[in-house]
C-alpha cells in the first residue's frame, strides 16, 4: 500500500536533489555525497568517505555508513554516478513529473533507489538496533570500480545486502558476467593500387570476426543457464576502427571484443576461444598477427532462491525473483562475503537515455519495502 501523499514530497524533493547534481562518471561524484552524507549524519549514522583517483586522475570516493560496531546484518548499496546526457535534453537536471512519471538523469538509474535508501532510514529512526551498512558507491557505470576499490580495500561487509538498479521492484538474484578486451590486428601498409606489396589488417580482422561469430551463435550456445534471458553467452564487437586513408593498405585495425559470460562459465571461456581462431586464421595466413589485451574481466554472481533476504523481497514486492544480463555490484558485494539481491524502481530499458524516468509509484512503494526491510534485519 502506497503511503499517504503528506509523507510523499520529502522523498520526491530529495531525488530532486539528486538529479539535479550533474553526476556523469568522468566527474568527481562529491557534490552528490554533499547532498547525502549530512542527512545521514542527522540520522546518528557514522560516515567515511573511501576516496581513490580513478584512472584519468579524477577524485572520487565511496560514501559509507554505518550504525555502530558489530557485522551488519544489512547493507543498502547505490551508486552515485550516472551515464552522460544529451545537452539538449533541457530536463535532464531539473526533475519533471508528467502522467505519473518522474523524468530526469538517474531520476531511474539509480538516483530513485538512492533517494528510497535515505527517506527508509528517516522513517526507521530510533527503532534499528543491529548493525546495519549504507553505502553509494562511485564509477559503477565505468566498469564498478568504486566497488572494486571497496573489494581491495575490505570494506563495506555485511551479511546481506540489496543493491539499487532499476528491475521494475523485481528481486534479482543473479547476473551475468561482463568482460572486455582489446583485438588489435596488425597487416603492412603499402599503395592500395598494389595489393601484393602490403597486407591488410582490417581484412584479416574481417576473417576472424567472420569465425568469432559463427562461434558466438554455435559453440559457444551448447552452454547454456535457462535462468537467464539470453540462456548462454553472448559476444559483442561494438567498435571497430583501422586504416589511415582510402588508398593506404591499413597496417592496423582494432576491435573492441565484449562477451557477457554465464556465471557457471569461467571468464576465460571465450578468450581461450580467441586463440583456437588465432591459429585457424594463421594455419591460412602465416602472417597473421593478433595481440589480444583483456580489460575487463568480472564474474557474475548467483544468489541461492531459498536465500531469506531473496524471500523477503519477493513477498514484499508480490514479484518472484530472477537475473538479468546486464552487470551489476553484485560479484563485488559477494567477494565482500555478503548475500546480494538486485533491486529497485524504474525499468532499465527506461535508463541511459534522453527521457529516462522513474515511475512515481513504484519510488514510493520501494520506499515501503527498504523500510520494511530495514526493520525486518536490523530491528
Request: proline share 7%; charged share 25%; aromatic share 6%.
Amino acid at each position: 500500500m502506497v503511503r499517504p501523499q503528506a509523507v510523499a514530497p520529502n522523498l520526491e524533493k530529495l531525488l530532486a536533489e539528486l538529479v539535479a547534481v550533474d553526476s556523469t562518471s568522468t566527474l568527481p561524484n562529491a557534490p552528490v555525497l554533499d547532498v547525502l552524507e549530512p542527512r545521514l549524519k542527522a540520522l546518528g549514522l557514522t560516515t567515511e568517505r573511501h576516496r581513490y583517483r580513478d584512472e584519468q586522475g579524477v577524485e572520487k570516493a565511496n560514501l559509507i555508513a554505518t550504525n555502530g560496531g558489530g557485522h551488519p546484518e544489512l547493507a543498502l548499496v547505490g551508486h552515485s554516478d550516472c551515464v552522460p546526457y544529451d545537452k539538449t535534453w533541457a530536463e535532464a537536471l531539473t526533475l519533471t513529473e508528467r502522467d505519473g512519471k518522474l523524468y530526469g538523469r538517474g531520476s531511474c538509474d539509480t538516483k530513485a533507489f538512492v533517494a528510497c535508501t535515505v527517506t527508509a532510514l528517516e522513517r526507521t529512526k530510533g527503532r534499528l538496533s543491529k548493525p546495519l551498512l549504507v553505502c553509494f558507491t562511485a564509477d559503477e557505470e565505468v566498469g564498478c570500480y568504486g566497488a572494486k576499490q571497496l573489494v581491495g580495500a575490505g570494506k563495506a561487509r555485511s551479511r546481506r545486502c540489496i543493491i539499487g538498479e532499476p528491475t521494475s521492484l523485481v528481486p534479482i538474484r543473479g547476473n551475468k558476467g561482463y568482460c572486455l578486451a582489446e583485438l588489435e590486428f596488425r597487416g603492412k601498409e603499402g599503395h592500395s593500387a598494389y595489393p601484393e606489396s602490403g597486407a591488410s589488417a582490417i581484412f584479416r580482422a574481417a576473417r576472424f570476426l567472420t569465425r568469432l561469430e559463427a562461434y558466438a551463435l554455435g559453440e559457444l550456445r551448447t552452454v547454456g543457464d535457462p535462468r537467464f534471458e539470453p540462456p548462454f553467452t553472448t559476444v559483442n564487437t561494438g567498435v571497430i576502427a583501422g586504416g589511415k586513408a582510402k588508398n593506404i593498405i591499413p597496417g592496423e585495425c582494432r576491435v573492441t571484443l565484449e562477451w557477457r559470460p554465464i556465471p557457471s562459465q569461467p571468464v576465460e571461456h571465450v578468450l581461450t576461444a580467441l586463440k583456437g581462431i588465432e591459429a585457424a586464421c594463421r594455419a591460412e595466413d602465416p602472417g597473421f598477427s593478433l595481440t589480444v589485451k583483456p580489460l575487463r574481466m568480472d564474474r557474475g554472481f548467483e544468489t541461492a532462491a531459498e536465500a531469506e533476504v531473496v524471500k523477503f523481497l519477493e513477498v514484499e514486492s508480490g514479484n518472484p525473483s530472477s537475473t538479468v544480463a546486464f552487470g551489476t555490484e553484485g560479484p563485488q558485494m559477494t567477494e565482500l562475503g555478503s548475500v546480494p539481491v538486485v533491486f529497485g524502481p524504474g525499468d532499465i530499458k527506461n535508463a541511459h537515455q534522453t527521457g529516462e524516468f522513474v515511475p512515481k509509484a513504484e519510488l514510493h512503494r520501494c520506499a515501503e519495502v527498504l523500510e520494511r526491510a530495514l526493520l525486518k534485519f536490523c530491528a
